[in-house]
């Protein structure tokens, strides 16, 4: 997937979250992910080192409140935004490019995975064909037809056990975009309508 911020972009774009209101990092990842629609979600392992980094520079500050560590951006912090406003201005329109980027990274990779599965389909039914003995057509025909059925239902299986482990994981990380549910919905639509157009054509 492409590269969502330039180097350097990301600290500034942090400072930026901080100075609406004080937050976790977990908070600050939920709000990249919900600027972004759902198509980018940063990790910990990105989030964090950041933050360590302008704390060192006093632009920002920690505080405990349970188990949560809070970030709160300082007077250093606002006075750096003030001189760079211009940088952030830029870093918002890239932000709004970004978005578009990879919501069509997202939708060529479902386009994608769509075509290989409908090719996996015609040359599981092709196969199929070919090993037809004329004295036992129906039988064979309905053999193939039951393997299919099992292959099909152990694909969506394996993509439901996936989907869920990463939905969890995402989950545990600092919750799920509200943008998920719909475009789930709307991209689970897209693929049962492609695939009955698929037996459709074969009927």
């Given at each position: 997937m492409s590269p969502v911020f330039a180097h350097g972009n990301l600290r500034l774009y942090l400072l930026s979250l901080l100075a609406e209101s004080p937050k976790h990092g977990y908070e600050l990842i939920q709000a990249l992910s919900e600027r972004f629609g759902g198509t980018?979600?940063?990790?910990?392992?990105?989030?964090?080192?950041?933050?360590a980094k302008l704390e060192e520079e006093g632009l920002v500050t920690k505080t405990t409140e349970g188990r949560k560590t809070v970030y709160s951006i300082t007077e250093a912090g606002r006075a750096e935004l003030v001189a760079r406003e211009g940088?952030?201005?830029?870093?918002?329109?890239?932000?709004?490019?970004?978005?578009?980027?990879?919501?069509d990274e997202v939708r060529a990779g479902v386009n994608e995975a769509m075509k290989s599965l409908r090719a996996d389909l015609a040359s599981a039914a092709r196969d199929a064909k070919r090993s037809m003995r004329p004295v036992d057509i129906q039988s064979d025909a309905r053999q193939a037809a039951n393997a299919a059925t099992r292959e099909a239902e152990a694909i969506l299986n394996e993509f439901r056990q996936q989907l869920r482990t990463d939905l969890r994981s995402q989950a545990a990380?600092?919750?799920?975009?509200?943008?998920?549910?719909?475009?789930?919905?709307?991209?689970?639509?897209?693929?049962?309508?492609?695939?009955?157009?698929?037996?459709?054509?074969?009927?």
């Amino acid at each position: 997937m492409s590269p969502v911020f330039a180097h350097g972009n990301l600290r500034l774009y942090l400072l930026s979250l901080l100075a609406e209101s004080p937050k976790h990092g977990y908070e600050l990842i939920q709000a990249l992910s919900e600027r972004f629609g759902g198509t980018y979600s940063p990790s910990a392992g990105t989030i964090y080192p950041r933050l360590a980094k302008l704390e060192e520079e006093g632009l920002v500050t920690k505080t405990t409140e349970g188990r949560k560590t809070v970030y709160s951006i300082t007077e250093a912090g606002r006075a750096e935004l003030v001189a760079r406003e211009g940088e952030l201005d830029a870093i918002e329109d890239e932000v709004t490019d970004s978005v578009r980027r990879l919501a069509d990274e997202v939708r060529a990779g479902v386009n994608e995975a769509m075509k290989s599965l409908r090719a996996d389909l015609a040359s599981a039914a092709r196969d199929a064909k070919r090993s037809m003995r004329p004295v036992d057509i129906q039988s064979d025909a309905r053999q193939a037809a039951n393997a299919a059925t099992r292959e099909a239902e152990a694909i969506l299986n394996e993509f439901r056990q996936q989907l869920r482990t990463d939905l969890r994981s995402q989950a545990a990380r600092g919750g799920l975009p509200e943008s998920i549910i719909p475009q789930l919905r709307l991209e689970l639509a897209r693929v049962r309508t492609a695939i009955l157009e698929q037996l459709t054509q074969r009927t």
